[in-house]
């Protein structure tokens, strides 16, 4: 797929969001051995911005399927809040996934700093997402 199709065609996200959820072996077989994995990443989260929420739900699904948790996927998981009740289900489902933590420090950093915010909502979000960090022994408890 080519990333700068997503711009101007978001239905592919969704259609690639479906075959990740689906098939997430092929998926991750196909993608880990992608050399422009990382451009694939930084497009879905700048369409996440970009779009409707069936888009913001696919790109969540697509980067979660990766296992890694990244600033990135920190902020989407914290702005999915405004968004309708199915994005936000999506991130639950999504955080079960997270296998790993990408520049770790920089990570909890910002999400210590969620847990200042002024939004129960945000702070429950982030209180849900340290806790499956620590479950999964991402983080010390």
């Known amino acids: 797929m080519n990333y700068y199709l997503a711009y101007a065609y978001p239905q592919y996200v969704e259609v690639v969001g479906l075959i990740a959820v689906r098939m997430p072996a092929a998926f991750c077989a196909y993608i880990k051995d992608w ?9 879905l989260f700048y369409i996440s911005r970009q779009h409707n929420f069936p888009q913001r739900a696919a790109c969540l699904t697509i980067l979660s399927i990766f296992g890694e948790l ?10 999915a809040l405004h968004d309708d009740p199915h994005v936000q289900n999506t991130c639950y489902k999504c955080l079960t996934r997270i296998k790993s933590i990408k520049d770790e420090k920089v990570v909890l950093n910002m999400l210590f700093s969620y847990l200042k915010s002024k939004s129960m909502n945000v702070r429950y979000v982030t209180a849900k997402i340290l806790l499956h960090l620590s479950k999964s022994s991402l983080i010390p408890s």
């Open 35 to 43: 050399q422009d994995r990382e451009n694939l990443k930084r497009a």
């Open 70 to 79: 990244t600033i990135e996927l920190c902020e989407m998981f914290i702005e």
